[in-house]
T-cell receptor
Framework: DGGITQSPKYLFRKEGQNVTLSCEQNLNHDAMYWYRQDPGQGLRLIYYSHIVNDFQKGDIAEGYSVSREKKESFPLTVTSAQKNPTAFYLC????????????FGPGTRLTVT | GQQVMQIPQYQHVQEGEDFTTYCNSSTTLSNIQWYKQRPGGHPVFLIQLVKSGEVKKQKRLTFQFGEAKKNSSLHITATQTTDVGTYFCAGPWKGGSEKLVFGKGTKLTVNP
């Protein structure tokens, strides 16, 4: 069953803790993306990667970090430096660049108190 | 910077009424994509338009790409409760198409 998996679906953390969100795909896609979604804000790009061991900052990268050690995996770490980390985080992948459709995972809803 | 604007932000209709959302880009786009996100769910790709003036239909949904390739619309005929969700348009980033620029979406609610 091909697709993108994100785990967990819900995540709760205390303020000041780093937390890593998982994203795995078995679609053999080269490109992977992380978005943050807040009510009324649409999708805001955090980081993206088009090849293993390479990634670029998106529009709101501050307070986040990523790695791309394997083609299938693109984990996102929300650090304690992120001022408002509570949000819905979506991972996506595509066969290439913006000329191709993106496939989204089910998302992780992170709550930091 | 490059912007993709969508209007309206919210739309509430009675079941059976038609619905249209509009997407306007600050730059010419090589293609435009539409996604639907059901409440509590994740965005799902609906369609991609590439040609100037292109019109595509999916059952009750009609998608148009403007002649200047800077605007697009999604029209739903005779809405159903299953149409509820947020509809996003997106176009490739002008700086090299490495990523998509998404509009903020139009949230559709349907009263049965």
């Amino acid at each position: 069953d091909g697709g993108i998996t994100q785990s967990p679906k819900y995540l709760f953390r205390k303020e000041g803790q780093n937390v890593t969100l998982s994203c795995e795909q078995n679609l053999n896609h080269d490109a992977m993306y992380w978005y943050r979604q807040d009510p009324g804000q649409g999708l805001r790009l955090i980081y993206y990667s088009h090849i293993v061991n390479d990634f670029q900052k998106g529009d709101i990268a501050e307070g986040y970090s990523v790695s791309r050690e394997k083609k299938e995996s693109f984990p996102l770490t929300v650090t304690s430096a992120q001022k408002n980390p509570t949000a819905f985080y979506l991972c996506a992948s595509s066969n290439g660049n913006g000329l191709y459709e993106q496939y989204f995972g089910p998302g992780t809803r992170l709550t930091v108190t | 910077g490059q912007q993709v604007m969508q209007i309206p932000q919210y739309q509430h209709v009675q079941e059976g009424e038609d619905f249209t959302t509009y997407c306007n880009s600050s730059t010419t786009l090589s293609n435009i994509q539409w996604y639907k996100q059901r409440p509590g769910g994740h965005p799902v790709f609906l369609i991609q338009l590439v040609k100037s003036g292109e019109v595509k239909k999916q059952k009750r949904l009609t998608f148009q790409f403007g002649e200047a390739k800077k605007n697009s619309s999604l029209h739903i005929t005779a809405t159903q409760t299953t149409d509820v969700g947020t509809y996003f348009c997106a176009g490739p980033w002008k700086g090299g198409s490495e990523k998509l620029v998404f509009g903020k979406g139009t949230k559709l609610t349907v009263n049965p």
